[in-house]
């Protein structure tokens, strides 16, 4: 069983870790993932009572951050000021106002000692004062840090950041190293509040993305309009839409026309044009006349709902590269203590060295090594990723997907509705008998009236007029081959080839860059109808893209030979399987996979006939699934708007992603490493030490936010 709660005001990586292995070793919890940027923690167990459950959670959160609520709403949460009866003293003491004053105490402090020095009258009673007023700044600044480094001591939970920078700005007193000891914490603390901002900044910019439904709703009732609860609306009530307001269910217009803002669903920019019979989406904004629509779906089952499902669950799939972060940050801080105690106690035990001198040593040691640049700029850099890629109206089901999609060597395509539009159109008329085109045509669309293939339809569209069902007698469809009917007294024949010949028809060589259908009259061959299944304008970029990238392609398809070679030879496709099932697409794909040693192998299809491919694929890419359930279900990535030239900016936006991520991890622990040296051996003060802690927090944060840049770079 899975239940999900959120963590109000859980903003610390390592506490997150802690909080995660402790759930973790209880009984009855399998499992226990804090998705971080979310606030949100899963937990599966076999727990029957869910009280029992969240009182366990509750409890083991407040053991390890006892200013965390747990909450049994989950979803994004940020974390605002808290309203309280004397307000005016919260925003007094908020993080930002203490740190603008400890830094200003702090600055007075360095211009105070300077200006003495200078003078030459820094006396002991002003360095008396001078020190006072250096010590209530470092208590202002340091006092929630030393506090919850006690508790964690009461706790058993010695070896945390907290720890780590108490030990070493109270030490740094000893030392004689005021200064430095505010230096350290104030710096410490200024890192973490904008750690504090990043994480909220990422849980903004993606709850802008999942919040896309409105609340309310306009439902008609007779004549009149009631204001209702979107929750309520059910299938098959009519909706009044306003300009500028948020299409509140998936439906289709019953009245009106205009145009409406997809963006947020499929990242297109350009508006989309709207009339009655049109399919409209949750989430999308009526721009500029009011509509009524009709609701096909409960705002549940919608389109935005799935975004939001999405979205919030795709952080919660950590990748190798944050897996491995987690575990490091577990044995790197005890490590570092170990390290820093016997700086201080072996060379002056076993070379008489000056005990003070290795003190300080150990004390920059110690906050060189707090591990936060790591712990927080991984996630955040995958988590940055989810949002730009939602903005771009590609959803990823967790950043794993994104690591999978980097390392992603071969992609094999569905034809039909992936690579082609997927909708047949009348190309050309050739009359071989009597008759005119026109005469085809009617005949052809009379035959195919009551016929639901797709070519039929296709052709009924192209005649465009009404069609006098008097006319047609004796309709017989022929399962894979054609129509037959009598029409206006006359024998009509609509089919496939095989269909001709099988009837005692001749007919000539099909057209290789079209499918045929023809058309006979008293067994008499009098026109063939030609059709096409036009090549997408985006697959022409999207395949030249990724072959510049050294991606080899493949296509798999039910068609025939001729229609796959033509498309293959027109995009350039490496290669082409033609007329297979459903069970030859599985055992191809399956070959193909088996056969590339260079890397992953993703499947794109349009998520329905393909979800067993979608599922065996490394990474299944689902097209044109706006409205498909079997798409969200079966595809690890969902493109929302049918647009294949998103593929290789998804390949693109995953390729940026895994460079800053490697970036953020050898800049973090290389430069960890070359400080510590440094450190030990004397050769680094507490301000590099700052440097070599926050500064380079700051600066893998900076780095992490480089990935949204992606999709502002041209493709093509």
């Given at each position: 069983?899975?239940?999900k ?10 506490c ?13 919890i399998h499992?226990?993932r ?5 606030g949100?923690?899963?937990?599966e ?11 366990l959670?509750?409890k ?7 200013g ?11 974390t605002?000021?808290?309203e ?7 925003e007094?003491?908020s ?20 200006a ?7 006396t002991s009673?002003?360095e ?10 470092y ?12 508790k ?8 945390d950041?907290?720890?780590l920078m ?16 505010v230096?350290v914490?104030l ?8 750690q504090d901002k990043?994480v909220?900044?990422s ?19 007779g004549?009149?309009?009631k ?8 299938k098959?009530?009519?909706?009044v ?6 299409i509140?269910?998936?439906g289709?217009v ?29 989430g ?16 549940s089952?919608?389109?935005?709902a799935?975004?939001?499902h ?5 952080a ?6 944050e ?5 490091f940050?577990?044995?790197y801080?005890?490590?570092v203590?170990?390290?820093?105690l016997?700086?201080a106690?072996m060379?002056?035990?076993l070379?008489?060295g000056?005990?003070p001198?290795w ?10 090594s707090?591990?936060c ?9 995958f ?5 730009a ?11 794993n ?8 060597t071969?992609?094999v ?22 008759l ?7 005949y ?5 009236y ?6 039929a339809?296709?052709i009924?569209?192209?005649y465009g007029k009404?069609i006098?069902?008097s ?5 017989e469809?022929h399962?894979g ?6 029409i ?5 024949l ?17 057209d290789?860059d ?8 008293d067994?008499?061959l009098?026109?063939?109808?030609q059709?096409?299944d036009?090549?997408?304008q ?36 490496d ?14 794909f399956?070959?193909i ?12 299809g349009?998520g329905?006939n393909?979800?067993?491919v979608?599922?065996?694929a ?31 900016l998804?390949?693109k ?7 800053i ?7 973090s ?15 680094a003060?507490?301000w590099?030490?700052?440097f070599?802690?926050v ?7 900076a780095?992490?936010?480089r990935?949204?840049?992606a ?6």
């Open positions: 069983m899975q239940t709660y959120a963590l109000k005001g859980l903003t610390c990586p390592n997150a870790a802690k909080i995660e292995n402790n759930i973790s070793k209880k009984e009855n499992s226990a804090i998705n971080l940027m979310s949100n923690i899963l937990i167990h076999a727990f029957s009572l869910e009280d029992e459950l969240f009182e959670v509750k083991e959160v407040l053991a390890v951050e006892d965390v609520e747990v909450l049994r709403e989950s979803g994004y949460i940020h605002p000021v808290k309280s009866h004397n307000k005016k003293a919260v007094i003491f993080e930002k106002n203490i740190i603008i004053v400890s830094t200003l105490i702090f600055a007075i402090c360095l211009i105070l000692k300077y003495f020095k200078l003078n030459g009258n820094f009673l002003k008396g004062a001078f020190l006072i007023f250096l010590i209530s700044g208590i202002l600044i340091a006092a929630p840090i030393l506090l919850k480094a006690l964690n001591i009461a706790k058993g939970q010695i070896f950041e907290n720890f108490s030990i070493a700005t109270v030490g740094a007193f000893f030392i004689n190293e005021p200064v430095e000891a230096a914490m710096f410490y603390r200024i890192g973490e509040f904008f990043a909220e900044r849980r903004h910019s993606i709850e802008s993305l999942i919040n896309i439904c409105p609340e309310k709703a306009n439902l008609k009732v004549n009149d309009i204001l209702i609860n979107a929750e309520s609306i059910k098959g009530d009519i909706l839409v306003k300009p500028g307001d948020i509140p269910a998936d289709t019953v009245k009106g026309k205009g145009s409406i803002d997809t963006k947020v669903l499929t990242g297109e920019a350009l508006p989309q044009s709207i009339e009655e019979g049109s399919a409209v989406f949750s999308c904004i009526n721009l500029n006349t009011l509509i009524e629509i009709r609701a096909e779906k409960s705002p089952l919608s389109a935005a799935k975004i939001k999405l979205t919030e669950e795709a919660e799939r950590k990748t190798k590269a897996n491995f972060i987690t575990k940050a577990k044995v801080t005890p490590t203590v170990v390290l820093a016997l700086i106690l060379p002056p035990l070379t008489g000056s005990f001198l003190l300080e040593r150990s004390f920059i040691f110690l906050i060189i707090c591990p640049a790591l712990v927080i700029s991984i996630p955040l850099s988590f940055t990723a989810v949002g890629f939602s903005k771009q109206g590609i959803l990823v089901k967790g950043s997907y994104i690591e999978a999609l980097h390392k992603t071969e992609i395509f569905d034809k039909t509705g992936t690579l082609t539009e997927g909708k047949f159109k009348v190309v050309d008329i050739k009359p071989t008998g009597t005119s085109k026109e005469d085809v045509l009617h052809c669309a009379l035959c195919e009551s016929s639901t293939h797709p070519l339809l296709s009924t569209e192209y009404d006098d069902k006319l047609i007698k004796a309709s469809n399962a081959m054609g129509v037959s009917a009598d206006e007294g006359k024998k009509v609509v089919g496939n080839k095989t269909f001709m010949e099988k009837t005692g028809i001749e007919v000539s060589t099909e290789r079209a499918l045929s259908v023809y058309v006979a009259i067994n008499r009098e026109g063939i109808i059709l096409k036009n090549i997408k985006g697959s022409f970029p999207a395949m030249e893209s990724l072959k510049k990238e050294g991606i080899k392609t493949h296509i798999l398809t039910g068609d025939k030979e001729e229609n796959a070679k033509t498309v293959s030879q027109t995009l350039n496709i290669s082409f399987y033609h007329s297979l099932l459903p069970e030859d697409k599985l055992n191809i399956e070959d996979k088996a056969k590339n040693t260079r890397g992953l192998t993703a499947f794109v349009d329905i393909d979800a067993p979608l599922r065996m490394d990474i299944g890419i689902a097209m044109g699934a706006l409205g498909s359930d079997s798409a969200i279900e079966a595809a690890d990535i969902v493109l929302m708007k049918d647009d294949i030239s998103k593929i290789p998804a390949k936006i995953a390729r940026k992603t895994h460079t991520v490697m970036e953020n991890i050898v800049f622990i290389g430069v960890k490493i070359l400080f510590l040296i440094m450190g030990a051996l004397g050769l003060g507490m590099a030490a700052v070599a802690d500064g380079v927090t700051l600066i893998a944060i780095n992490s936010f990935v949204s840049s999709t502002k770079e041209h493709l093509y």
